[in-house]
Each structure stands twice: as structure tokens, then as C-alpha cells.
Nanobody
Framework: QVQLVESGGGLVQAGGSLRLSCAASGRTNVMGWYRQAPGKQRELVAGISSGGSTIYADSVKGRFTISRGNAKNTVYLQMNSLKPEDTAVYYC??????????????WGQGTRVTVSS
């Protein structure tokens, strides 16, 4: 069982930045971030493979950057130009599979991001 621990959420004004971090207790091939806003479906925000391939939701392209640490068991999400619609609970996910099956992997408990207008 791989455990993931997120940090870095909080309250920020629109236009500001936050950096989310996640550390996994075991090996993962792909890692990523999902988010869920109140009353909305969960969505994939960004994912990254061990080789560095990335995928982003259209709504965050150009504003968010996902990266992995040197130890490969950490993942970061740099969020710039934040908008109120980015408000959600952000979940770190890790899997030994592919990005396509990331949601079937291990999930963190989530960290809340609130963007005020």
C-alpha cells in the first residue's frame, strides 16, 4: 500500500500562485493531481510519468506546471494566475500503471485550495 501526503493548499487571491507538494511512500510510475469542486465532477488536472511526459486539463494549460522531484516519489504542482474557478480540493494520485489509469491508483487525502475574487 502506497501512501501519499499532500501539502501546500490554502487561500489565495485571484491572480496569485500556490505550489502543491506530494510525497509517496513507495514506488510509482505515474503521479498526478485531480481536483473536485463543490457540486462538480472530479477532474484530472495534470499527470506526469516517470519519463517526464505530462498531460494537462485544457483549463489549466499555460498556468499550471507539474513536475517530479529527483527522488521520483514526489510530485509538485505549481499553480500560477489562479482563478476563482480553480477553487477545489486537490488530490495527489500515484500509480504503477499509466496516466490513462491513474485514477485507479493510490490517492492522498486531499488539500483544499481556495481562490478569492
Amino acid at each position: 500500500q502506497v501512501q501519499l501526503v499532500e501539502s501546500g493548499g490554502g487561500l489565495v487571491q485571484a491572480g496569485g500562485s500556490l505550489r502543491l507538494s506530494c510525497a509517496a511512500s513507495g514506488r510509482t510510475n505515474v503521479m498526478g493531481w485531480y481536483r473536485q469542486a463543490p457540486g462538480k465532477q472530479r477532474e484530472l488536472v495534470a499527470g506526469i510519468s516517470s519519463g517526464g511526459s505530462t498531460i494537462y486539463a485544457d483549463s489549466v494549460k499555460g498556468r499550471f506546471t507539474i513536475s517530479r522531484g529527483n527522488a521520483k516519489n514526489t510530485v509538485y504542482l505549481q499553480m500560477n494566475s489562479l482563478k476563482p474557478e480553480d477553487t477545489a480540493v486537490y488530490y495527489c494520485v500515484g500509480s504503477i500503471g499509466s496516466i490513462a489509469t491513474l485514477d485507479r491508483g493510490y490517492w492522498g487525502q486531499g488539500t483544499r485550495v481556495t481562490v478569492s475574487s
